[in-house]
């Protein structure tokens, strides 16, 4: 199997090498990473304003002055779309619920879907070093792979359980939407703080995805490419 490996923390970030090494387990790994971090880049791409600069590290690794977007981008074309599936992370921080709108981590796999590959996202919170993810990455790779979960229809966004709680196991879960709400703080000389803050976080469901997290689950939430649905066309189709 080929892999195409990649993240918006930054080439040689820790928990993209960690992800590098488990998957040398599984097939061929190829890195394509920012070369400096791009979190929050979402969907964004850089190809059409200028031309890209990559620095080949060697065969298999890659630095590219863009988002993980243009990472994919470049990976696709480069390998000719001779690769099985694209991997994205382990991200520093989750990606959960209304997360997946900002997050580089996840763009990378909105991108490999347009491609009709096989995605998965990882992230994780905010870990020092590398022993957590690594057991729990391996476990959710094996929860993936024997129950036959990828699909190019879909991207697979894993969040992984709390280094501080009880595991409790890997869980397929729903998008919880949270409802936000910002804070505007004036620092003085045009500059700004906005701050953002979550109302709604429910801890007692485990089918969403912000739930699961909280008490203990590995969470793996299928997200398709589009935001169009059947029902919004029908209801608008029968306004007029």
């Not at 040398?24 to 971090?37: H, L, T």
């Not at 994780?124 to 792979?145: M, P, R």
């Not at 910002?182 to 700004?192: P, S, V």
């Amino acid at each position: 199997m080929k892999i195409v490996l990649t993240n918006d923390d930054g080439f040689g970030s820790l928990g993209i090498e960690t992800v590098k090494e488990i998957l040398k387990d599984y097939g061929e790994v190829y890195v394509f990473a920012p070369s400096v971090p791009q979190s929050g880049m979402s969907c964004g791409f850089t190809t059409y304003r200028k031309p890209l600069t990559v620095h080949k590290v060697d065969e298999h690794n890659f630095k590219v002055d863009g988002t993980p977007v243009d990472c994919i981008l470049f990976a696709n074309v480069y390998l000719k779309g001779d690769y099985d599936i694209v991997v994205s992370g382990c991200n520093h921080g989750y990606n959960l619920s209304n997360d997946i709108m900002y997050s580089g981590t996840c763009g990378a796999c909105e991108q490999g879907l347009a491609f009709r590959k096989k995605c998965i996202a990882f992230s994780a919170g905010h870990f020092i070093d590398n022993a957590h993810i690594k057991t729990y990455i391996k476990k959710s790779l094996e929860f993936v792979f024997e129950h036959g979960l990828l699909s190019d229809e879909y991207f697979l966004n894993v969040n992984l359980n709390p280094a501080d709680k009880p595991f409790k196991g890997v869980k397929i879960t729903k998008l919880h939407i949270r409802h936000s709400r910002y804070t505007l703080t004036d620092l003085g000389k045009d500059e700004y703080k906005i701050t953002h803050i979550h109302d709604d976080d429910i801890f007692d469901d485990d089918d969403y995805d912000v739930s699961a997290v909280h008490n203990g689950y590995i969470s793996v939430t299928p997200v398709s490419q589009t935001n169009f649905k059947d029902e919004f066309f029908e209801k608008l189709k029968s306004k007029i």
